[in-house]
């Protein structure tokens, strides 16, 4: 499979890896900023704008990226429930596999 293609199935995991390294980018131009400006208001600016949307992207990303994963599962648990009910579906239908019980009147109570 080539990469584009892959990178389009895995749209949810390659979004989520983008926002978290953007996110990391926006967190260290915000601390870069913060440390060039000599301005407490100029300060402030950088460590809100530069935090918050940094910390903003980083939780989107991993949200993204845990949902892709969570995506997994659920396939992974839908094939198994289709391959126990198509095994059920196959032993209920052979009804030449018969088995034997003991009588009940012979079983000690």
């Not at 009910?85 to 009588?103: C, H």
Request: with cysteine; charged share 15%.
């Amino acid at each position: 499979m080539g990469l584009v293609k892959r990178a389009i199935v895995q749209w949810d995991r390659v979004g989520g890896l983008a926002l978290v390294l953007v996110g990391l980018g926006v967190l260290i131009a915000g601390c870069a900023g913060v440390s060039n400006a000599t301005e407490t208001v100029d300060q402030m600016s950088y460590l809100i704008s530069g935090g918050v949307l940094g910390l903003f992207l980083l939780g989107l990303g991993a949200t993204l990226w845990l949902s892709a994963d969570l995506r997994d599962e659920w396939r992974k648990m839908d094939h198994l429930q289709a391959s126990v009910d198509a095994l059920s579906a196959s032993l209920a239908s052979k009804s030449a596999v018969e088995i034997d019980l003991p009588d009940p009147s012979l079983v000690d109570a």
